[in-house]
């Protein structure tokens, strides 16, 4: 059973693409696409041109890379510096752990799609 969502079903030839120009592996190909569905496309109310709003504040954890490609820590981290070495996706902001003392929370990291 897949654990990805079932509305995102890349088109072919697109994942083709990344997969022969950059040289990525299939579960970096999966992991644009999450990047990709988290990527807002809205329009400018004055000119109705198309506008990426969140470009460059894009969240995504590990566990969100983990969770939708099926695979562990260490393979989760490797797919993120294969998208940063083909040069797809680039971190804006790092995402941190704070402790307090009720507990702890994290903030997950931003990142910019470089190819839209």
């Not at 992991?31 to 969240?59: C, P, Q």
């Not at 981290?77 to 040069?87: N, P």
Request: aromatic residues 10%.
């Amino acid at each position: 059973m897949s654990r990805r969502p079932p509305f995102i079903q890349p088109e072919v030839p697109f994942m083709e693409g990344l997969r022969s120009k950059h040289n990525l592996s299939v579960h970096a190909c999966w992991a644009v696409m999450l990047f990709w569905s988290r990527h807002k496309i809205g329009k400018d109310k004055e000119t109705g041109e198309v506008t990426y709003d969140n470009n460059g504040t894009i969240k995504c954890t590990k566990r969100d890379v983990m969770a939708w490609c099926g695979c562990g820590d260490h393979k989760a981290l490797q797919i993120i510096k294969e998208l940063q070495k083909a040069g797809l996706i680039t971190c804006t902001k790092k995402g941190e752990h704070h402790v307090y003392a009720g507990g702890s929370y994290g903030t997950p990291s931003r990142w910019r799609l470089n190819f839209v």
